[in-house]
């Protein structure tokens, strides 16, 4: 069943709750921005006012610290939207998340928000650094995302992903100013 009489009751409602999250995102009122994009992505997934929604909403996940939902949702922003107008903003809030999971902060179970925060967030900042690289291969951003995956794995003691992350450094970026200190880690990875 749909849950408007009418096309024009369907866009009232979405400018009202857009606008609405929009307001209270430029002052920076997140929670209260968040509950209105999460009513838009809800009603109107397929929109391009949901897509662009989902980054804001995103980036409200993100300001109220909850990680992991708002790393969800900036993967949601980019498959939902075909040319991304924040494409490299949601790219490098993603590297952001992935480097707060990597100095410890925690992320909830099962995707609950009401669970407290006590699962390592170290499998989800690994995968989020593939994604990085898979999405800006040629970035500077890149080099950052690789280097702190191999620092992350060594921290996990898992020396050989490590040693073939920062040869990898070494083949892509070979004239970069950060390749003396990849070998260096290479060899520490390897007396370790």
Known sequence: SKPFKSQADADAYLTEHYNKGCEYYGRESWRRASTEFEKVIYFFPCTDDAARASYYLAVCYFEMKEYDFANEEFSNYLKASQHPEFFEDAVYFKFCIAEYFKAGNKKRPFKMRYLPKWISGQDSALAIYDEVVAALPNHSLTIQALQSKAELLCS????????ETY?????????????????????????Q
């Not at 996990?156 to 040693?163: Q, V």
């Not at 950060?178 to 070998?183: L, N, Q, R, V």
């Open 156 to 163: 996990m003691e898992e020396y050989r992903d490590c040693i």
């Open 167 to 191: 040869q990898l450094i070494i083949r892509r970026f070979p004239k970069q100013e950060i390749i003396p200190t990849c070998y260096l880690n290479i060899a520490d990875a390897y007396y």
